[in-house]
C-alpha cells in the first residue's frame, strides 16, 4: 500500500494563498489518478481537485474552480495543490489520496469512494 505524507497547510487571511504538497512513497503513475480532499467540522468529505496521472487531465469541484490549481512533478513522486483567493469557507482538513480502483481517470476521480490509501491530512485555516 502507498504511503501519502501531506504538508503545507496552515492559518491564512482570506485572500491569501497556499501550496499544498503529497508526497508518496512510489510512483504515482500507478494510481491513474489523485486527488486532494477535505473535510470542514461537521461536514462530509468532498472531493476537491484530481488529477489523471497519465494523461494530466485535471478534475475540480465547482466550488474552487478558477481559484485552486493541481499539479504532478512525477519525478519526485509528489502532487500539488496551488490555492489561491482562499476563503474562510476553504478552512478544512485536506488530505491527499491514491490507489485509484476505477481503470482509467475520469470525473469519478473526485469521488472519495475511487481511492484505497489516505494520507493523514494537513490543516487549512482561513480567517476573515
Known amino acids: 500500500q502507498v504511503q501519502l505524507v501531506e504538508s503545507g497547510g496552515g492559518s491564512v487571511q482570506a485572500g491569501g494563498s497556499l501550496r499544498l504538497s503529497c508526497s508518496a512513497s512510489?510512483?504515482?503513475?500507478?494510481?491513474?489518478?489523485m486527488g486532494w480532499f477535505r473535510q470542514a467540522p461537521g461536514k462530509e468529505r468532498e472531493g476537491v481537485a484530481a488529477?489523471?496521472?497519465?494523461?494530466?487531465?485535471?478534475y475540480y469541484a465547482d466550488s474552487v474552480k478558477g481559484r485552486f490549481t493541481i499539479s504532478q512533478d512525477s519525478a519526485k513522486n509528489t502532487v500539488y495543490l496551488q490555492m489561491n483567493s482562499l476563503k474562510p469557507e476553504d478552512t478544512a482538513m485536506y488530505y491527499c489520496?491514491?490507489?485509484?480502483?476505477?481503470?482509467?481517470?475520469?470525473?469519478?476521480?473526485?469521488?472519495?469512494?475511487?481511492?484505497?490509501?489516505w494520507g493523514p491530512g494537513t490543516l487549512v485555516t482561513v480567517s476573515s
Open positions: 489520496a491514491a490507489e485509484s480502483r476505477a481503470p482509467d481517470s475520469g470525473s469519478w476521480c473526485l469521488a472519495s469512494g475511487t481511492y484505497g490509501s
Open positions: 512510489r510512483y504515482i503513475y500507478l494510481s491513474n489518478c
Open positions: 488529477i489523471g496521472t497519465n494523461d494530466l487531465t485535471t
